[in-house]
């Protein structure tokens, strides 16, 4: 039928009335076989539509024999089609719980359990679902075959909680969620009075994305919207995009295993996700994620801008996560990685938190991006801030950072720490692996107020440094630039045969240069109190050349272990200048305490007098052991201070000349000069030993064996109580390497 419509003319809307046995024809109708008393109706068809609609007649269409349906054409069965006017109102509407299921092709309903008839549809341009009351749940398959005008779902009353379900149907499909609408494949499905959507994509096929943006909303008290993937191996993605439309609103965000909750707006539920990524878009937002055990997380805070403290910011809760570890990748680019969690990708963000400490790692041999290498660290406040070749790249709390590491590259790496604002370095310390270049990678140390600085040097390249407590740890290094305004400054050396040269930095004014064999040549100032050197535990040489004319601090170098080497040229040879006597500063020596240790001062040149305080010059330590004396039968001396008879009252033959008596024994020496008020003071006595020493010696003509007083060679001063010279070499000859 053409409806009684004029060519071209648009049909806005058709509804179907099914004829059932309810149904009837207007009209009183006459008796087929009269006196039957059965009446056959004709004219007008009637609906049964509790009378919401006004009489139809039924029009046979343009080809049929008869203008219209009539008591000979009647027939309750067939579907008959009327053009009826709009209704005079809704009309009282029966509300049940439907459950309607849409596809590209059919729509399926059942009402409170009961299934209605599937109605089968095609060719049309928009669908509309109207479920009205009850608590309904509708389902839309995704797909491109939709009508291309969109699908609309009203759930009429918003607290009835009605949920639609939007099933994506193929791999790699994306579906967005704007607005009140839902888009796919070019197909779009709207909805009012909807509270609750879930989005499902577990059907097979990997790859597929879900996208909500910020002013996607629902209605109702308890809004909802849950997104759920395949889970493993299908890689199913969310996209929370809160930078679309572009909004410098303030976000605050938590995102967890189970959901991502935007204040102020929905809770977005995620099962059986690969990724889920977080756009927060231009405002300082906050955002706290928890690691999920199977989800990575993106996070992206837009342009950072580190200008702005603390700008977009994300803090880790780390409860339950093992070996928590933060890469920085880039400027506010960092990746966290857990043994027991998946990882999270920041993007853009300005600082970062924890509720407990993480190890750090930025590497310019991972990130090119990084470019030539010139990292400093340093602190703002309460965060930590690492920069690369000027740009920020990384804003942490300190309560968030435990250790962190830095790696270099091929190029000339440098690592600044900065003091001038405080410790920069964490409570786990700093690793600097400078990389492979072999000629200028350099670490330097700036600020003030520092109390201690104590280098350490392990081999050629490899050492530590620390300040204050606080610890570096280092690798590759070719040279240390240490400006810190320090009270004392210290090295210290633990390899063995070390070759160690203090000297003045003439290249850089106002600084004195420490070289060596096993550690990077180290440029300091001068402490403001005491500087200390300590040679490595094996056979060392430390030299003292010179220093910057600026070092007034109080110096002291010891040998430790081994059989240590010292010499101090006081003729200026290491000089700037080459001053002659350029030591105007307190020297204290120790040599270690092994018997080879030398001390050499090469002093020829000097035109004033000076001072040398030497300790643990002791040839034996500490004060003579019970029984070590050497034991020859009837001449044993016994070192109690007495010359007694059957001692060494002279210098028997046995200790005169000639090895030792046992290779197990020791031999023990003591005696005593001469003071001052007594005979030939300071003289030269020559006496049956040939010893020839300067001092007189109280008993002739050789020394006594006592523990107190006494000089040996008369060179070395004794403290006059437990002193004793201690040969342990077995094969020493007094007479003929020795007096």
Do not use: C
Not at 280 to 296: C, F, Q
Request: charged share 20%; no cysteine.
């Amino acid at each position: 039928s053409d409806f009684g419509l004029a060519a071209g003319a648009t049909i806005d809307a058709v509804r179907y009335v099914h004829m059932t046995a309810t149904d009837r024809m207007a009209g009183p109708g006459l008796e087929r076989t009269v006196g039957s008393g059965v009446l056959v109706a004709e004219g007008f068809v009637l609906p049964e539509d509790n009378g919401a609609t006004s009489q139809v007649r039924p029009d046979p269409g343009a080809f049929a024999s008869f203008a219209q349906y009539g008591n000979s054409t009647l027939d309750p069965d067939p579907l008959y089609f009327g053009v009826l006017h709009a209704l005079a109102s809704a009309g009282p509407l029966v509300g049940g719980n439907d459950v309607v299921g849409v596809t590209a092709t059919t729509v399926t309903v059942s009402t409170d359990g009961t299934a209605r008839p599937t109605i089968a549809y095609g060719d049309f341009n928009t669908l509309q679902i109207r479920t009205r009351g009850g608590q309904d749940q509708v389902s839309v398959a995704m797909s491109a075959a939709l009508p291309t005008g969109g699908v609309s779902i009203d759930g009429g009353d918003p607290t009835d909680a009605d949920r639609l379900t939007l099933v994506g149907t193929t791999g790699g499909q994306t579906i967005a969620l704007s607005g009140s609408s839902a888009s796919a494949d070019g197909r779009s499905v709207s909805f009012t009075g909807i509270e609750k959507v879930t989005v499902d994509v577990t059907a097979p096929g990997a790859g597929d994305l879900v996208s909500v943006d910020r002013t996607f909303a629902l209605p109702g008290n308890s809004p909802e919207l849950r997104i759920v993937g395949g889970g493993a191996g299908q890689t199913d993605r969310l996209l929370v995009d809160l930078a679309t439309p572009a909004s410098s609103a303030v976000d605050q965000v938590a995102l967890d295993d189970v959901s991502v909750t935007v204040t102020g707006g929905a809770t977005i539920g995620h099962a059986g996700l690969a990724e889920v990524e977080l756009r927060t878009g231009d405002g300082a937002d906050a955002v706290r994620v928890a690691p999920s055990t199977t989800t990575t997380f993106t996070i992206v805070g837009g342009t950072p801008s580190f200008l702005s403290n603390p700008g977009d910011r994300v803090t880790f809760d780390l409860a339950g996560t093992a070996d928590p570890l933060l890469s920085v990748t880039g400027i506010g680019a960092a990746t966290f990685t857990s043994s027991n969690r998946a990882a999270v990708a920041l993007v853009g963000v300005d600082s970062i938190g924890a509720t407990s400490p993480m190890d750090a790692t930025v590497s310019a041999a991972a990130n090119p991006n990084l470019g030539a290498d010139a990292f400093a660290l340093a602190r703002n406040g309460a965060a930590d801030e690492l920069s690369v070749n000027g740009p920020l790249v990384l804003r942490i709390d300190r309560t968030a950072l435990d250790g962190l590491t830095i790696v270099g590259s091929s190029d000339d790496d440098e690592l600044t720490l900065d003091y001038t604002a405080g410790d920069p370095l964490p409570a786990g310390g700093v690793v600097f692996l400078a990389g492979g270049q072999t000629t200028a990678d350099r670490l330097r140390l700036v600020g003030p107020n520092i109390d201690t600085v104590a280098h350490r040097y392990d081999d050629a390249t490899i050492g530590g440094v620390t300040i204050d407590g606080s610890t570096l740890e280092y690798a590759d290094l070719e040279s240390v630039v240490d400006l810190l305004d320090a009270q004392h400054r210290n090295f210290a050396f633990t390899s063995n045969g070390n070759d160690v040269l203090l000297a003045d930095d003439g290249a850089n004014p106002g600084r004195s240069l420490l070289t060596s064999n096993h550690g990077p040549p180290t440029s300091f100032v001068a402490p403001q109190q005491t500087m200390r050197l300590e040679a490595g535990p094996g056979d060392d040489v430390v030299t003292l050349a010179g220093l910057d004319d600026a070092f007034a601090a109080a110096l002291t170098l010891r040998g430790q272990a081994g059989d240590d080497r010292i010499y101090i040229d006081d003729n200026g040879a290491g000089t700037a200048g080459g001053s002659v006597d350029w030591i105007d500063f307190p020297i204290f020596i120790d040599g270690g305490g092994e018997a080879e240790d030398r001390l050499t001062v090469e002093d020829s040149s000097s035109m004033r007098s000076k001072t040398y305080s030497i300790s643990n010059v002791n040839l034996g330590g500490t004060s003579a052991p019970a029984g070590a004396a050497v034991d020859v039968p009837g001449s044993s001396p016994a070192v109690d201070g007495v010359a007694s008879p059957g001692e060494w009252d002279d210098v028997s033959t046995a200790f005169d000349s000639g090895p030792r008596p046992a290779p197990s024994l020791q031999t023990i020496l003591h005696y005593a000069f001469l003071e001052a008020n007594d005979a030939l003071p300071g003289s030269v006595v020559d006496d049956d030993t040939n010893n020839d020493l300067d001092g007189g010696l109280p008993v002739t003509p050789g020394p006594n064996f006592r523990e107190t007083l006494g000089r040996f060679g008369g060179a070395l001063d004794f403290n006059g109580s437990t002193d004793f010279a201690w040969f342990q070499d077995p094969s020493f000859n007094v007479g003929a390497e020795g007096s």
